[in-house]
Structures are given as structure tokens and as C-alpha cells.
């Protein structure tokens, strides 16, 4: 597998005015880098779409990392504006990512199925919105890292080298 560079990015009020240390994103950096993956850059911004957008933006938009990894403000509450975020900046979507969370959440918690998270593409990244507990977080990573580099690798145009490949 090649090394793909991860973004990690913190949605939380408490976390952004320093009331609760973050713990999620660095739950979610040591997942990705156990995977494989190389963490490119993190950030932290508060429930504020704007700011999620923008920091969305420039990670992708700057080639910081060809997958974006959100976590937090994926839920029911007022201020959870990831998921809308998250459609406002991508140019695709890609519902089996959510789907697949949500499925293998499902095993575990009746919940589950309270997760609003969205994953869609923009540019050359795949943005993936995941929860803001560091349990629920590394659980839908879990669900869906396997098949991300397959999916990276046909997101950057290279050659696929899977058996289905036809030449």
C-alpha cells in the first residue's frame, strides 16, 4: 500500500475553547497510523459550519491529505453541523461509507442508526465524518478502513491493480 496522508479534524465547542483535551483525534491519528496512513496536519474547530467548511476546504483544496478525517458533531444536537458541512464542500458522495459505519455500529449499539455522518469527495481527498467519542470513532474506522486504499487509489488515477481489473 502506498503511504497516503491523513487530515484529522477535530468538530468540538468544549475541545476549541480548551474545557476537554481532545482525545478522539488522537484516537483516530494512532488508528490511521497503525494502517498505514501519515498523519499530514490536524486541526480543531469549534460546531460552527463555516469553520468546518473552511478548514474542510483547505485541506483538500491545498493537497494536504488525500483522506480527511472529521470527527464529532455527527449526532442529533443543534450545534452537530458536520454531516451538513461536509455536503456543502464535497463535489461527490460516497453513501456506502456512512452505510458500512452505521451497519457495523449497529452490531455493537441500537444508536447507531442516530449517526448523521456523511463521506463524499472533493478534488483529489475523500472526506469521512466520524463521531466524537474515541471508542465510537476508532469502531467506524474500523468498519471502513480496510477498503480505503483501494478506494484512494482509484480516487488519484493511477492504474487500479485489482483481480477485476480488465485490460
Keep these: 500500500m502506498m503511504n497516503y496522508r491523513a ?3 477535530t468538530v468540538s465547542d468544549r475541545s476549541f475553547r480548551d474545557e476537554r483535551p481532545d482525545s478522539t483525534g488522537p484516537a483516530v491519528e494512532a488508528a490511521l497510523e497503525a494502517a498505514g496512513f501519515v498523519i499530514a496536519g490536524r486541526g480543531l474547530v469549534p460546531d460552527e459550519q463555516p469553520q468546518i467548511e473552511a478548514a474542510l476546504r483547505a485541506a483538500a483544496d491545498e493537497g494536504k491529505a488525500e483522506l ?5 458533531g455527527t449526532g442529533f ?13 464535497c463535489e461527490r458522495l460516497a453513501p456506502g461509507i456512512p452505510e458500512a459505519m452505521r451497519a457495523a455500529s449497529a452490531a455493537i ?8 455522518a456523511q463521506a463524499g469527495i472533493r478534488g483529489g481527498s475523500l472526506i469521512i465524518n466520524l463521531p466524537g467519542s474515541p471508542k465510537a470513532a476508532r ?11 483501494h478506494g484512494l487509489e482509484m480516487l ?4 487500479a491493480d485489482c483481480a477485476h481489473t480488465q485490460s
Design 156 to 159: 488519484s488515477g493511477r492504474p
Design 7 to 9: 487530515f484529522v479534524l
Design 77 to 89: 444536537a443543534p450545534r452537530d453541523v458536520t454531516p451538513e458541512a461536509t455536503l456543502c464542500v
Design 139 to 149: 469502531e467506524n474506522l474500523e468498519a471502513v478502513l480496510p477498503a480505503l486504499p
Design 109 to 116: 449499539t441500537n444508536r447507531a442508526m442516530l449517526s448523521r
Design 68 to 72: 480527511i478525517v472529521t470527527t464529532g
